[in-house]
């Protein structure tokens, strides 16, 4: 099974600035990579795929990037709608596991 | 937009049985893959179980493998979980998601999920 770990488990960031979110695999997924973020009382929303394509209707401040084992969420100017947890889930390999998830509140 | 409706959650004693039904507004429901994803209170999420578009390929995680069978009906849209010898363990929202329609297994549209509780 690969195991994905996100970190940090929780981020405290102001509104307007900066997040970067990792996640990594225990081994190698390529390129096959999702992120989504679930707010509270709410489904998942998915994110990004194929570690960096965004998903229909996703503003251009999140953006995905890296490949192998090593991933990042990177959300450009936080906006009070983005404050949610994150999750990133590989799909290279049965089975498909997600990170532990990675808490985004306000500074 | 795809509208995705769970239902069939509940109350269910240990060893007991349930089963969740999904309904998807997606007019070529057949054409994607479609899956159970889970969430125990205040936890992360499971991947559960995935059926392809035509129903040939199934794949379950190892703590629902033998005790929870997914099946679906493409004439009518729906999705289906058969879960039985329900443990604690298995308390949790459950999620219908569909898959992405270039990739599989990447889940990109979500019901609002089901609760399904198993306590005596």
């Known amino acids: 099974e690969i195991v994905m770990t996100q970190s940090p488990a929780t981020l405290s960031v102001s509104p307007g600035g900066r997040a970067t979110l990792s996640c990594r695999a225990s081994q190698s997924v390529s390129s096959s990579l999702a992120w989504y973020q679930q707010k509270p009382g709410q489904a998942p929303r998915l994110l990004i795929y194929v570690a960096s394509n965004r998903a229909t209707g996703v503003p251009a401040r999140f953006s995905g990037s890296g490949s192998g084992t090593e991933f990042t969420l990177t959300i450009s100017s936080l906006q009070s709608e983005d404050f949610a947890v994150y999750y990133c889930q590989q799909y290279y390999n049965w089975p498909l596991t997600f990170g532990g998830g990675t808490k985004v509140q306000i500074k | 937009d795809v509208q995705v409706v769970e239902s069939g959650g509940g109350l269910v004693k240990p060893g007991g049985s349930l089963r969740l039904s999904c309904e998807v507004s997606?007019?070529?429901?057949?054409?994607?893959?479609m899956n159970w994803v889970r969430q125990a209170p205040g936890k992360g999420l499971e991947w559960v179980s995935s059926i392809s578009g035509s129903g040939s390929h199934i794949d379950y995680a190892d703590s629902v493998k033998g005790r929870f069978t997914i099946s679906r009906d493409n004439a009518k849209n729906s999705l289906f979980l058969e879960m039985n010898s329900l443990t604690a363990g298995d308390t949790a929202i459950y999620y219908c998601a569909g898959g992405h329609s270039n990739y599989d297994l990447v889940f990109d549209y979500w019901g609002q999920g089901t609760l399904v509780s198993v306590s005596s």
């Open positions: 997606e007019l070529s429901f057949s054409r994607f893959s």
